[in-house]
């Protein structure tokens, strides 16, 4: 297989080597290259042999010595170099069968592609792994891996993803252990289901394997309002969410007296619903969960109250608006209040938006569309500004997930629209309004 060269680097080393567009790479020092995870691992050598096809169609050499880790110029179609792997899986907590219909195409996608795991961080079954792909990922020494585990019973699991392949699959876990390759894991948990002395079964494998597992964090199944004719869930409760947090406490003690360390976590989520205090910062070490919605909290707040300790303004007159999830906002009024308590003049008045796309039981900011933005504001003196949050407008940054982009927003409330930064600092700036 060869991959098809889109476009050269001015400047680069492959310009100078006049390699071209339309050409296709076949070979690095003789390892055939058939996506991004073979060229990123042998582009790094010192001395390079590419083998090419010319869109000519005759076969040339390319002979190129450069630095380690030095890029030569060459651009592709997909940063893939081929398709996205879509997930084979019939989760029984997927949420994306859970969306409701006539939201873009892109959003009914499932992925499960190891290679986005090592671009990205996204999260895998094994599902879709072959052996062959396995022993790459330990040959190349792809790490982290980051592998959506939900149980560590092979039965279970099979049950819980519908698919025969997903008991199985678990093997490729010991074997990237055993190779040292670096794991994250998440538990999307599902009560009655795979918490309780399941939730134990599944901590002590993981720990197990430690020091190759570094982190598990136990994530609450998300439940919309769309959910006709899917299997049967109930959402976590203030009870059920204390035992899940009593399970990984007592892992955590027992495991951090025998190795010293900590890396079961609870998702946020978990202590809202439990209406328990949020951990310090200290205690999710170096936050290698924050994806997963654990420790997102302590380290807002964290970060927020040093910057504001280190703002020397004394005085502003500003009045604006924040707008946040329902799960954020006893937070995010809790730092707002703080700002206003040292900064006089300062007016920040922060607004709950209800998820009325995806339902109640969906509280996180992430999720929340420019309808369920603008319902929420309406007849609210918004000042001089509303601030959305960070995560709630898809990558490019300019579009709900109701297709509502910022600039509609703006003009329907006749009010300045921006998007607040990712961490304390950012949500500080945002309140004195960027400076």
Known sequence: MAVKISGIDAGSIAEKKKIQAGDELI??????????????FYINDTKLLLSLKTAAGKSKLVLIRKDEFEDIGLEFETYLMDKQR???????????????????????????????????????????????EAQRIIKMHISPVNISVQTMNPELRVKMMANPKAGESLKYMFEFAKAGIAINTQLVLCPGINDGAELERSLNELGSLYPAVQS????????????????????????TAREVIGVIDRFNEKFKKENG?????????FYIKAELPMPDAEYY???????????????????????????????????????????????????????????????INVVAAENKLLGSMITVSGLLCGADIADAVSGVDLGEELIIPPNCLRSEGDMFLDDMTVEELSDRLKVKVTQNGSGGEDLLSAMLGGI
């Open 216 to 239: 598990i964090a136990a994530v609450p199944v998300g439940l919309s309002d769309h959910r006709q004719g899917l299997y049967p869930l109930e959402p976590y409760t203030k009870e």
């Open 261 to 269: 360390a900590v890396i079961a976590y609870a998702a946020d989520e």
């Open 285 to 347: 070490n170096d936050f290698p969960q924050l994806e997963n919605g654990v420790g997102m909290w302590a380290l807002l707040q964290s970060e927020f109250d040093s910057a504001l300790a280190e703002c020397e303004i004394k005085s502003l007159k500003r009045r604006a608006t924040i707008v946040t999830g329902k799960a954020a906002y006893p937070l995010i009024s809790a730092l707002a209040e703080k700002a206003m308590k040292k900064i006089a003049g300062l007016d």
């Open 27 to 40: 070979s690095i020092n003789g390892s055939e290259i058939n996506d991004v995870l073979d060229y990123r």
């Open 86 to 132: 879509s997930c084979k899986n019939k989760c029984i907590f997927c949420f994306i069968d859970q969306l409701p219909k006539g939201l873009r195409k892109s959003l009914y996608f499932k992925d499960d592609d190891s290679r986005l795991s090592f671009l990205f961080g996204n999260y895998i079954t094994l599902t879709n792994l072959t052996y062959s």
